[in-house]
T-cell receptor, first 123, second 117 residues
Framework: DAGVIQSPRHEVTEMGQEVTLRCKPI?????LFWYRQTMMRGLELLIY????????DSGMPEDRFSAKMPNASFSTLKIQPSEPRDSAVYFC?????????????????????FGAGSRLTVL | AQKITQTQPGMFVQEKEAVTLDCTYD???????LFWYKQPSSGEMIFLIY??????QNATEGRYSLNFQKARKSANLVISASQLGDSAMYFC??????????????FGKGITLSVRP
């Protein structure tokens, strides 16, 4: 199993440019999460999907951010236009879908596996 | 209110000694899971240990154990026989509820652990 794969690992861009971050979750994991990590704010959940459907996007900072999951094996996080304050490490994570009563939370099956992260620097 | 609280700003431990990293949580949901992740300087997030709210026994994984005190809403991580490679940031996290709609993982601010030789 290759784990959660993120690309690019590093991105340096200028303010105003469009940035697209990509994620391939672990096969069979039907929940996908995008997190952002900064020194000031720690790890923040931006958005998460279950079965390719966005469930909670309340953490998306503003309209400049958008995320899609066109199929079970691919997701993108897009920032347009980018700003220096968007500089951060963006993590994608996946997990098995939490199922019906009593199952997933009574086992470690609901563990999130993280990708290596995409470090974004906006100049 | 914060869901996960990690108040220790930084911890130091001598190699081969045990160390406890504190975590308290806040939830009204009877069904939840508690997690600890390690983030070394290389940046990856490494899962260490999991405790379910209905688990009767404290979780253990090798040198890691979780001191789960449900009434106090605490889930402290205990690392026994510390190694230099344990120097990292440690995050406590919680996932609430059974249904997918509430399944997000919320993290604390993290604790930095430094192991001295």
């Amino acid at each position: 199993d290759a784990g959660v794969i993120q690309s690019p690992r590093h991105e340096v861009t200028e303010m105003g440019q469009e940035v697209t971050l990509r994620c391939k979750p672990i096969s069979g994991h039907n929940s996908l999460f995008w997190y952002r990590q900064t020194m000031m704010r720690g790890l923040e959940l931006l958005i998460y999907f279950n079965n390719n459907v966005p469930i909670d996007d309340s953490g998306m900072p503003e309209d400049r951010f958008s995320a899609k999951m066109p199929n079970a094996s691919f997701s993108t996080l897009k920032i347009q236009p980018s700003e220096p304050r968007d500089s951060a490490v963006y993590f994608c994570a996946s997990s098995p879908l939490l199922g019906d009563t009593g199952t997933a939370l009574r086992s470690g099956a609901n563990v999130l596996t993280f990708g290596a992260g995409s470090r974004l620097t906006v100049l | 209110a914060q869901k996960i609280t990690q108040t220790q700003p930084g911890m130091f431990v001598q190699e081969k000694e045990a160390v406890t990293l504190d975590c308290t949580y806040d939830t009204s949901d009877p069904s939840y899971g508690l997690f600890w992740y390690k983030q070394p300087s290389s940046g990856e997030m490494i899962f260490l240990i999991y405790q379910g709210s209905y688990d009767q026994q404290n979780a253990t994984e090798g040198r890691y154990s979780l001191n789960f005190q449900k009434a106090r809403k605490s889930a402290n991580l205990v690392i026994s026989a510390s190694q230099l490679g344990d120097s990292a940031m440690y995050f406590c996290a919680m996932r609430e509820g059974y249904t997918g709609a509430n399944s997000k993982l919320t993290f604390g601010k993290g604790i930095t652990l430094s192991v001295r030789p």
